[in-house]
């Protein structure tokens, strides 16, 4: 097997913004009120992703993750900063930022096709723009044969794969994912990375993936961002530097290995953070009772 090549990363700042990019995080601070005090879920972030470029997240439990994919998704108000969609300041749910979350999110009483077509139908498109439309992404996201087939009727790989299929069917300039495959045992994991790569590199879909597993984020991203455990700050930015596509000789080559074991480095200090602080909550929980 050739050699593949491996850039070792330091842990100096993170690099400059694309001067291109479609989406820009700047000093994002989201503060929580709790019956403890005010929390800071995350603290100071700033991230830029570039056109066509995939971007995953990753940290500890507890890092702000999903918060802060919420903010850039629009659900969420009341924090300092800003998020911009190509120059434009968001201020609420964006129609060019199209969402998948960890949770089963298909309607149980549509079948493959009808889900699909849901946000269309919403949109106005007349009836056969929207179905034709809906057949190109259930076929892109390898479910032709199915689209009669309702939620239950398929497996949970399977029900991702809808839920990404009409997320895509609305055309977003911008794809966040939140943990899509969490549920899912790791050989469907990695079965359906591979399809996220295809679809992304035949799309040349912008996309922002939160995730917890290492392994994934490598496959997956052209960078990864680095989280801090709470209050979540951006710790490193880590720059992929493997050949697409993502094949199984890379994932399995030495160089893959490297970055994984690079960022679990950084990783277990902020993940030995957060199982002390939970320890320390506990016991004081406990010293109260």
Not at 147 to 160: D, I, K, N, T, V
């Amino acid at each position: 097997m050739a050699a593949v090549p491996f850039e070792r990363v330091d842990a100096d700042a993170p690099k400059l913004a694309p001067a291109n990019a479609i989406l820009t995080v700047d000093d994002i601070v989201k503060r929580f009120e709790t019956p403890d005090g005010v929390l800071t879920a995350i603290d100071h972030v700033s991230l830029s992703v570039a056109p066509g470029e995939f971007v995953g997240v990753i940290g500890p439990s507890g890092c702000g993750k999903s918060t802060l994919f919420n903010v850039i998704g629009g659900l969420l108000d009341g924090y300092d900063g800003t998020v911009k969609v190509a120059g434009e300041r968001l201020r609420g749910p964006h129609p060019a930022i199209g969402m998948i979350f960890q949770e089963e999110s298909t309607f149980p009483w549509r079948n493959v096709l009808d889900n699909v077509a849901f946000p269309l139908e919403i949109a106005g498109l007349p009836r056969a723009e929207r179905y034709d439309r809906a057949r190109h992404f259930v076929k892109l996201v390898g479910l032709d044969g199915f689209e009669r087939r309702y939620p239950a009727e398929l497996s949970g790989g399977m029900r991702q794969r809808v839920s990404m299929a009409r997320t895509l069917a609305a055309q977003p300039k911008i794809l966040l994912m939140d943990e899509p495959f969490a549920a899912l045992d790791e050989q469907t994991r990695l079965l359906l990375g591979d399809k996220v790569l295809q679809i992304q590199q035949q799309l040349k879909q912008t996309t922002l993936l939160i995730t917890h597993n290492i392994t994934e984020a490598v496959q997956l991203s052209d960078r990864i961002v680095v989280m801090t455990y709470r209050p979540g700050k951006v710790k490193r930015m880590v720059e992929i530097k493997l050949p697409r596509p993502r094949s199984s000789e890379i994932v399995s080559s030495e160089a893959f290995g490297r970055y994984v074991a690079q960022i679990w480095s950084d990783l277990r200090e902020e993940a030995s953070r957060g199982l002390d602080d939970e320890e320390s909550r506990k016991l004081h929980e406990g010293e109260k009772q």
